[in-house]
């Protein structure tokens, strides 16, 4: 059974920084793009990072310069650099992962910013 597992949320002041990682295990045949995802309580679900398989990386423009994901596809790990952090980067972070050609959701990590 394919599984992600994340790790690194937390409480921190803003300007702070974070790491956040999601490791996939089980049965795996293939990982296409993986991508950190986040919502905040009232908001739509958002694509925050992404990266595909040739290494291609895409940003929200709310994070563009603060926030830096990469993965270690020998480790079939994503990670997820986040620094200067806002009160408005407070939400949940989910991860995301294409194995196998389904899409798997790891079942969140609170990011909370104080000011």
């Known amino acids: 059974q394919v599984q ?10 803003a300007g702070g920084s974070l790491r956040l ?20 309580p009232g908001k739509q679900r958002e694509l925050v990072a992404g990266i595909g398989r040739s290494g291609s990386t895409n940003y929200a423009d709310s994070v563009k310069g603060r926030f830096t994901i990469s993965r270690d596809s020998a480790e079939n790990t994503v990670y997820l650099q986040l620094n200067s952090l806002k009160p408005e980067d407070t939400a949940v972070y989910y991860c995301n992962a294409e194995v196998n050609a389904v899409h798997y959701w790891g079942q969140g990590t609170q990011v909370t910013v104080s000011s």
């Open 21 to 40: 990682s999601c490791a996939v295990s089980g049965r795996i045949f293939m990982i296409n793009g993986m991508g950190w995802y986040r919502q905040a």
């Open 4 to 13: 992600l597992v994340e790790s690194g949320g937390g409480l921190v002041q």
